[in-house]
């Protein structure tokens, strides 16, 4: 099994300020993604980090409001720019560690609650 | 396009009682991995089991089992003997077996009273 730490947990930021969010893995992982959980509602993919390369974004999700970086197969981060109150969310960093599909599992971090202000 | 119904927005019971949340897939891909995930009030996501499109037996852990029918696009969870501490958020989620993608289902909360 792979330790996943995210940080910060929790966060109260004002309107138009951006966030940081870092994601951690305790070993190399092939795939990093990044999901977005609003009040009362399932979870949505934002994008998927590539290491090395330009995150790949959903539909709906820009680099501009939420510019990834992925720099080795361990990190990621997660920023949320020029915030407003609608990007209240819980922001959560998974992985799927490929390294054999039928040991395939799924592992998240234990999010970050965002309010925004 | 991937798709997961959980139809059950909320379900309550008694301790003690068994309880079934349904979820229903849709997919072209004929690999896939389905997943169970449960979220406790405090917010983080806690991974329940992983089922690949390829392996229909049931599993059982602990008063958890699944029911994985590929016929009917269904991955039923049944908790049995249900516990207060069973109360949360319950995902069903559907894999992409090359991207890795999820597609998450709605959601049934749980409540288990006393």
């Known amino acids: 099994s792979a330790v996943i730490s995210q940080k910060p947990s929790r966060d109260i930021c004002q309107r138009g300020t951006s966030l940081t969010i870092q994601c951690q893995v305790d070993?190399?992982?092939?795939?990093m993604f990044w999901y977005r959980q609003q009040p009362g509602q399932s979870l949505t993919l934002i994008a998927t980090?590539?290491?090395?390369?330009?995150?790949?974004?959903e539909s709906g999700f820009v680099i501009d409001k939420f510019p990834i970086s992925r720099p080795n197969l361990t990190f990621s981060t997660l920023t949320v720019s020029n915030m407003s109150p609608e990007d209240s969310s819980i922001y959560l960093c998974t992985i799927e560690d490929w390294g054999g599909r039928e040991n395939t599992e799924a592992f998240f971090g234990q999010g970050t609650r965002l309010t925004v202000v | 396009a991937q798709k997961v119904t959980q139809a059950q927005t909320e379900i309550s019971v008694v301790e003690k009682e068994d309880v079934t949340l349904d979820c229903v897939y849709e997919t072209r891909d004929t690999t896939y991995y389905l997943f169970w995930y449960k979220q406790p009030p405090s917010g983080e996501l806690v991974f329940l089991i992983r089922?690949?499109?390829?392996?229909?037996q049931n599993e059982i852990s602990g008063r958890y089992s699944w029911n994985f029918q590929k016929s009917t696009s269904s991955f039923n969870f049944t908790i049995t003997a249900s516990q207060v501490v069973d109360s949360a958020v319950y995902f069903c989620a559907l894999s992409e077996s090359l991207t890795g993608k999820s597609t998450f289902g709605d959601g049934t909360t749980l409540t288990v009273k006393p």
């Open positions: 070993s190399q992982v092939t795939m």
């Open positions: 089922r690949n499109s390829f392996d229909e």
């Open positions: 980090a590539n290491q090395g390369s330009e995150a790949t974004y």
